[in-house]
């Protein structure tokens, strides 16, 4: 579980990190942008890392752990994009979405 704690809160800063700047931050210079997003990212990678480390010493392959990651990002980027972005939740969305969780679902079978 704190493998998956772990990942939630760095895919929360990198989310931030990456989009920030979408909503009201068009405006700055773009290199200002950059070191800011770093600054963010300095804290997910605080967090991405032992979230890696903790899963892979507990039997979860890398392609799990990827995949994982990957999955919670989707949930929380289509939470930011909704709530911060003000944009639609698409059909396509949960359809790309659950491909994802499929994917997940078969690297965890038989394990």
């Avoid at 990942?7 to 929360?12: G, Y």
């Amino acid at each position: 579980m704190p493998t998956i704690a772990l990942l939630v809160l760095s895919n929360l800063f990198m989310t931030v990190a990456w989009y920030w700047h979408l909503k009201g931050g068009m405006a700055k210079p773009l290199l200002l942008v950059i070191l800011i997003s770093w600054g963010i990212a300095f804290f997910e990678y605080c967090l991405a890392v032992p979230a890696n480390r903790i899963g892979y010493a507990h039997g979860w392959s890398a392609g799990q752990l990827k995949v994982v990651q990957e999955a919670i990002a989707l949930i929380i980027f289509g939470g930011f994009m909704v709530m911060v972005l003000g944009e639609p939740l698409h059909w396509r969305h949960l359809a790309a979405f659950a491909c994802i969780i499929g994917a997940v679902g078969f690297l965890f079978i038989g394990r």
